[in-house]
């Protein structure tokens, strides 16, 4: 750790995937006493393949500054970026900066993985199309095509890249001892959340809070208003402008306005055809999970 404090540092990684209970389990965390949780998720500082308008910091001292107001209280220090498992970098690179963090990985069926991505994309207009079938067929196409203008980042649009949960937990046991890795399946994480959150904390070294209530969080969305959508989101700002507005909180007035201006809406199932595609192309990958798991998740790819 080259002579770093791991009080000053973080010693754990939420690392993905996406639509898995990232956020959810980064706000639970963040209100336990003795775990310091920086007020920006997902900066995917070590992800450094992807694009910057992705990583919200790219210099180790301004990724270093989002642990600043942590304390000797902070038993655990982490942060939670979920294209780290799919980033081709992220692993090595937090690997190297402290070769004990704990990681924990969150996964789910990749078929309700591949159409929650999707939905969100969509609804944030990173994807321009609608259709996930369609979209799922121009993954090769888009990876030698100009990307999406408002999308962040190719691989956003690389679905078997964000949905191999299979293949990207063998990379992180690959990479780290098996005791320093926890995998939260995400059906256990909905029907338990507590269990899991205490599974959490024992992971972490740290304490119960002795936490009952679990609100939902990050449940899927729509804009009530499209064009103030469009106004919210059409540009990704310079790096030195969204780090200047977070010092002002103005990033909090952004999250609220966000917010007032959310609907809930799940998004359309999966047409029978296309979930049955997708269950052939992800069955290799959901059998590595179920041997890494110990436990069939094979209902996973039911029709």
């Not at 203008?149 to 098996?178: H, K, N, T, W």
């Not at 959150?197 to 609100?215: A, G």
């Not at 103005?250 to 917010?259: D, E, M, N, S, Y």
């Not at 059998?287 to 998740?297: A, I, V, Y």
Request: proline share 7%; net charge positive.
């Amino acid at each position: 750790m080259d002579g770093k404090s791991a009080r000053t540092i973080p010693n754990f990684f939420i690392i993905g995937a996406p639509k898995c209970g990232t956020t959810a389990l980064y706000e639970y965390l963040k209100l336990h006493p003795q775990v310091f949780m920086p007020a920006v998720k997902e900066p995917h500082f070590f992800a450094d393949d992807l694009h910057r308008r992705v990583r919200e910091v790219r210099g180790e001292q301004d990724y270093e500054r989002l642990f600043k107001h942590c304390g000797p209280q902070h038993l655990a220090v982490g942060e939670a970026s979920p294209l780290y498992m799919a980033s081709a970098t992220a692993l090595a690179n937090i690997k190297s900066y402290n070769p004990s963090s704990r990681v924990i990985a969150m996964v789910r069926n990749p078929l309700e993985l591949v159409r929650s991505w999707h939905h969100m994309l969509t609804t944030l207009q990173f994807e321009p199309e609608l259709d996930c079938q369609i979209a799922w067929e121009l993954q090769e196409t888009r990876r030698s095509q100009p990307t999406p203008r408002f999308c962040l980042d190719p691989i956003m649009l690389q679905y078997r890249q964000v949905a191999s949960v299979g293949r990207q937990v063998e990379r992180v046991y690959a990479m780290f001892p098996a005791e320093q890795v926890m995998t939260i399946v995400f059906d256990d994480f909905v029907a338990d959340t507590q269990a899991v959150y205490e599974q959490v904390l024992s992971f972490l070294n740290v304490p119960s809070d002795h936490r009952t209530e679990f609100p939902r969080i990050n449940e899927a969305t729509k804009p009530k208003s499209q064009w103030l959508h469009s106004m919210l989101n059409r540009e990704r700002v310079p790096q030195a402008a969204r780090i200047a507005g977070r010092r002002l909180g103005l990033h909090k007035l952004h999250a609220f306005v966000t917010g007032l201006n959310k609907v809930k809406e799940k998004g359309p199932p999966l047409a029978l055809d296309f979930r049955r595609r997708l269950a052939i192309e992800f069955q290799g990958d959901v059998e590595s999970l179920s041997h890494r798991l110990g436990r069939d998740l094979s209902p996973w790819l039911a029709s």
